[in-house]
């Protein structure tokens, strides 16, 4: 069990602040990341993920104004995922609260991995623009929710490998995603603190300093990055991360 000093702080802001610099830029992975960060240095899994839905409370609202501030983000995106990541992340986080949701893990890396190829493969294939109101985006969102809550992180590389993979633009998806994860993982968390009460999460303030500090950083370099070194980097998060859960 890892016992939390004053003296590990620091250790949780460079957690925060790798994981947003990641997130941040390529539009995901800030969960992921951070708990499979915490479960390495000794962390509880129950802990490891109230900390990382607290802190990304704060993060994602640091990030998604940065990415608002860039005019990186689609509003009529946002007002289509929004909604529907909150239902499914709420009813996410009351079934986890009441069931494991490790036994859904394998199949959602499964996907993910399989997401990942598919974006590398669109990387080096031409583009065909998607409308904003492509019919599957709310269901995405719902999908995102859901399982981000369920297993501990997925609502970026679910939700922004979803709509790259459907055509939609790198650079507005990554900042809309990040901007909507704001209002899921509140969400989220406010579940989890509704069906399971309130418990120490002092070092979660740690990856919130650290990933506000790297919000504006990752929001400044996915505004510069060309589209298909982009989408090269994206696919490579999410197979690596997908597979690291998977094994």
Same mark, same amino acid.
């Given at each position: 069990m890892f016992d939390f000093l004053p003296s590990d702080f620091l250790v949780f802001v460079v957690i925060g602040f790798l994981a947003q610099i990641i997130d941040g830029a390529l539009g995901m992975a800030f969960g992921v990341l951070t708990t499979t960060?915490?479960?390495?240095?000794? &962390?509880?899994?129950?802990?490891?993920?109230?900390m990382t839905h607290v802190a990304e409370c704060f993060t994602t609202a640091a990030s998604g104004l940065s990415h608002l501030y860039h005019r990186n983000v689609d509003w009529r995106l946002v007002l289509r995922l929004a909604p529907a990541g909150m239902i499914g992340g709420a009813i996410g986080a009351y079934v986890l609260a009441n069931i494991d949701g490790k036994a859904i893990e394998p199949f959602v890396s499964v996907y993910l991995i399989a997401i990942g190829f598919f974006i590398l493969?669109?990387?080096?294939?031409?583009?065909?623009?998607?409308? &904003?109101h492509d019919w599957i985006v709310p269901y995405i969102g719902g999908a995102g929710g859901l399982l981000d809550a369920m297993g501990g992180g997925g609502w970026g590389p679910i939700v922004t490998s979803s709509l790259l993979g459907r055509g939609h633009d790198p650079k507005k998806v990554i900042g809309s995603t990040n901007l909507t994860e704001f209002a899921v993982t509140t969400a989220i968390s406010a579940t989890f603190i509704l069906a399971l009460g309130w418990g120490e999460l002092a070092p979660a303030l740690g990856l919130v300093a650290g990933g506000i500090l790297a919000a504006p950083i990752g929001a400044m370099v996915v505004r510069r990055l060309p589209v298909r070194p982009l989408m090269i980097a994206v696919s490579m998060i999410i197979i690596g991360t997908a597979a690291v859960r998977f094994v």
């Open positions: 960060s915490l479960l390495t240095i000794g &962390v509880a899994p129950s802990m490891a993920s109230a493969y669109k990387a080096f294939r031409p583009r065909f623009p998607r409308d &904003v």
